[in-house]
């Protein structure tokens, strides 16, 4: 079984910033791509990052400039540094990662989720 768990979330000011870390757990399985999801309270989900295995990353326009997916493939993270954070950046945040086992792909996984809140 394999698990992703989001941290920190939380609040802060606008014009402030928050690192988010997803960590997968789990046995015998690889990881392909990485991304960050969104969903704002009565809107659909949507991307806000992705990284590739090799490191190849894309943004949404609305997050250019201002937030910086990264992962460390050894420890089987994806994090997500956001700085200049407006008030539409409040949501709720999922890390996802596309996993590999016994050479099978076996789908995108999510965590939980994690707030964040962003005062004006």
């Known amino acids: 079984q394999v698990q992703l768990v989001e941290s920190g979330g939380g609040l802060v000011q606008a014009g402030g910033s928050l690192r988010l870390s997803c960590t997968a757990s789990g046995s015998a399985f690889s990881i392909g791509a990485m991304g960050w999801y969104r969903q704002a309270s009565g809107k659909q989900r949507e991307l806000v990052a992705v990284i590739s295995s090799g490191g190849t990353t894309n943004y949404a326009d609305s997050v250019k400039g201002r937030f910086t997916i990264s992962r460390d493939n050894a420890k089987n993270t994806v994090s997500l540094q956001m700085n200049s954070l407006k008030s539409e950046d409040t949501a709720a945040y999922y890390c996802?990662?596309?996993?590999?086992?016994?050479?099978?792909?076996?789908?995108?996984?999510w965590g939980q989720g994690t707030q964040v809140t962003v005062s004006s």
């Open positions: 996802t990662a596309n996993l590999w086992q016994h050479g099978w792909n076996i789908g995108d996984y």
